[in-house]
Nanobody, 128 residues
């Protein structure tokens, strides 16, 4: 089992930056990837970014490419999502997710169903 705890959400203004953290514990040695997803009210949960647990592959949704950066602190089993140039449309509940499945292609990193472990979420609100 893997436990995930997100933190770092809050209320910011458009153009501001925010850093989300996802602290993983438990059987992290068996993890293959960690992803960030978000869900706005009335919308489906969507892929934001993902990182291979080894750190040598990263993926981003087109809507955040160039503004968000995913990284991993190896020593602490924490994955960060640095968000810059935030827009009101970034407002959502942000969820961290982890998987131990082998992900053989880039598209699999974006699929919610590939992730078996989820955090409780952290709210990000961007005002205009």
């Amino acid at each position: 089992q893997v436990q995930l705890v997100e933190s770092g959400g809050g209320l910011v203004q458009a153009g501001d930056s925010l850093r989300l953290s996802c602290a993983a514990s438990g059987r992290t040695a068996f993890m293959s990837a960690v992803g960030w997803f978000r869900q706005a009210p009335g919308k489906e949960r969507e892929f934001v970014s993902a990182i291979k647990w080894s750190g040598d592959y990263k993926s981003y949704a087109d809507s955040v490419k160039g503004r968000f950066t995913i990284s991993r602190d190896n020593g602490k089993d924490i994955v960060y999502l640095q968000m810059s140039s935030l827009k009101p449309e970034d407002t959502a509940e942000y969820y961290c997710a982890a998987t131990s499945r082998p992900l053989f292609s880039s598209v699999l990193y974006e699929r919610r169903l590939m992730y078996d472990y989820w955090g409780q979420g952290t709210q990000v609100t961007v005002s205009s």
